[in-house]
Nanobody, 121 residues
């Protein structure tokens, strides 16, 4: 079992930055790829970024490429999402998830409860 708790969301102006954290517990955390997803009101949950279990591979959605960066600290069992140059369309609840090296939410095994990011124009 892996438990995930996100933090770091909030209200920010367009062009600003936020760093989300995802604290993980569970002995098998280090064997999972980790992903960030987001869900805006009335929309489906979309892939944002993912990082391999070893931390040496990352992959991003086109909409965030060059603005967001995912990283993981295996000592602290924490995954981060650094979000820069935020846009109003980035407004959503952000979720971290543990699972496979895949962009589909269906491929993830464990989910956090999410943290809300609101970007004002």
């Amino acid at each position: 079992q892996v438990q995930l708790v996100e933090s770091g969301g909030g209200l920010v102006q367009a062009g600003g930055s936020l760093r989300l954290s995802c604290a993980a517990s569970g002995r098998t955390f280090s064997t999972y790829a980790m992903g960030w997803f987001r869900q805006a009101p009335g929309k489906e949950r979309d892939f944002v970024a993912r990082i391999s279990w070893s931390g040496d591979k990352t992959y991003y959605a086109d909409s965030v490429k060059g603005r967001f960066a995912v990283s993981r600290d295996s000592v602290e069992n924490t995954v981060y999402l650094q979000m820069n140059s935020l846009k109003p369309e980035d407004t959503a609840v952000y979720y971290c998830a543990a699972g496979g090296w895949i962009s589909s939410p269906d491929g993830m095994d464990y989910w956090g409860k999410g943290t809300l990011v609101t970007v004002s124009s």
